[in-house]
């Protein structure tokens, strides 16, 4: 358990931070995309910054870690999170579970009772449903979902 702990304490690059964005935070009622195509397009459309299919490559797969801010900007927007959120410190971690457990909450996630339950519960008891989360994430990942 002490590795889960140090694990969740390192800094996420930003591919890992755009990368999670599109994989769990695409809007609502829009087709997920396909390939960076798609998601450039998508993203170019609804802010109207020209962003091409090579940025959103490079920047997921961290061949770019410093892009332009016009284009962490498109993104903040396009994703509807602060644009803090893309940067490299302990607030920038802060705001990315702040993210997180925002998503939590959307169409398919938890719903208030169940978070309210959770903040009701015992350390232990929310330690246990914690150790479940990540049990239930690995087998997933492992599973390829």
Known sequence: ?????????TTRSLADKIEWLIQNRWPAGNRPPKNNLEAAAA??????EELSSTTIWKLRTGRSDNPQLKTLKALARFFGVPIGYFGDDEDAEA?????AASSLTGESGLNRE???ALVEMSDGGRQLVADFIISAAR???GRGH
């Open 95 to 99: 705001m990315a579970d702040q993210v």
């Open 114 to 116: 169940a978070l309210r």
């Open 43 to 48: 993203i170019s459309e609804a802010t109207g």
């Open 139 to 141: 087998l997933e990942r």
């Open 1 to 9: 358990m002490a590795d889960d702990r140090s694990a969740a304490n």
